[in-house]
């Protein structure tokens, strides 16, 4: 990942989304079930069966700025060219980072 002082320092090419940010916020308070991570993708599956998928590319302008969540209660929901607020971003990149220090993983 990145550090604190970038991400609150960058200028993102798109712009924040309220549905988004919900979405994203809502799984990073939520617990886990598993995480998987890869050069291109962020895949979060939460212990109530949803699951979010986030862009991992272009981690300096362009971070999560599409992906899709699908719920067991809510459906499906698709973005591309949003993203969430950088608070939530910041929130999603730490829970990240503990869940592989609590695996004792690294991502």
Do not use: H
């Not at 200028?11 to 919900?22: L, Q």
């Not at 698709?78 to 971003?89: A, E, G, I, L, V």
């Amino acid at each position: 990942m990145f550090d604190r002082l970038k991400l609150g320092t960058m200028t993102f090419n798109d712009s924040v989304d309220k549905t988004v940010d919900a979405i994203v916020l809502n799984a990073v308070t939520k617990q886990w079930k598993e995480i998987k991570v890869s050069e291109f993708y962020i895949t979060i599956k939460l212990n109530n069966g949803d699951i979010l998928r986030l862009w991992n590319g272009n981690k300096y302008y362009a971070w999560l700025s599409k992906g899709t969540f699908f719920s067991t209660a809510k459906g499906f929901y698709q973005w591309d060219d949003c993203r969430p607020s950088t608070r939530t971003m910041v929130l999603l990149r730490d829970k990240i980072s503990d869940w592989y220090i609590g695996q004792d993983m690294n991502p």
